[in-house]
C-alpha cells in the first residue's frame, strides 16, 4: 500500500514514516502543508494520503476536498490531535474516509488503514452520532433515499448498526463481496454521496439506528 504523510512537523512525519515502513507500507511522499499534499498525490496517486489539520497555506479539510473531488480513488485519512466536534463533522463533510486520533494505538491505526483501503469508513459509533444532527442532507424531502430498493436499505441498515465490512456485509446477507459492493455503488449514487462514512451518517440520522442501541453496542 502507498501512503503520502502530510504533517507539517518533521518529527511527526518521520516517526510515521518509521512505523509504516517497519510494518511494510511503502511511503510514496510526504508534504508539510495541504497544498504540497494534493500535488503530491496528483503526481504519484497513492492509496492513502494521512492528512493533519492544522497545517500553514493550505489546512487538511480544504487538501481533502480537492483530493476527494479530483481523486475519488485515493483515500484521506485524518491524522489528529483534535476531538472537536465540529472538526469531526467537516473531515466527513469534506470526504475523508476515517478520522483517526494521534494517540490512537499502532494496532488499531494499522486495521483502520486497511478498512479504509478496502473502501470501508473508520467511523465508529462514538462519531456517527456526533456528526449526524448537523451532516448536511444531500437528499432534499427524502426523495433520493425513496428510490432505494429493499436490498439497498437492509445493507444500509446493517451499517448503521456498525458492519461496514464488505466481508461481514456478505455473511449477513448471504450473498457475495461483489454482490454488497455493488450494492453499496447503488446506494452512494442515489444519495448522493462520496464515501461510506457519510452514508453511516445519514442511517443514524433517517433513524435506522438509535442512539440508545448505538450507546450499547
Known sequence: MRVIIAD???LVRR???SLLQEYG?????EAENGREAVELARTLRPDIVLMDL????MDGLAATRLLSAELPATRVVMLTGSEEDEDLLEAVKSGASGYLLKNTGTDQFFESLERVARGEPVLTHALAPKVLSELTDRTPNGEASSTLTERER???ELMAQGITSDRELAARLFVSTNTVKYHLRNI???LHMRNRAQVVAYAYRHGLINERESAER
Open 54 to 57: 492544522a497545517m500553514p497555506i
Open 25 to 29: 507500507y511503502e511511503v510514496a511522499g
Open 8 to 10: 507539517d512537523h518533521s
Open 154 to 156: 437492509e445493507v444500509l
Open 15 to 17: 516517526a510515521l514514516r
Open 188 to 190: 452512494l449514487g442515489k
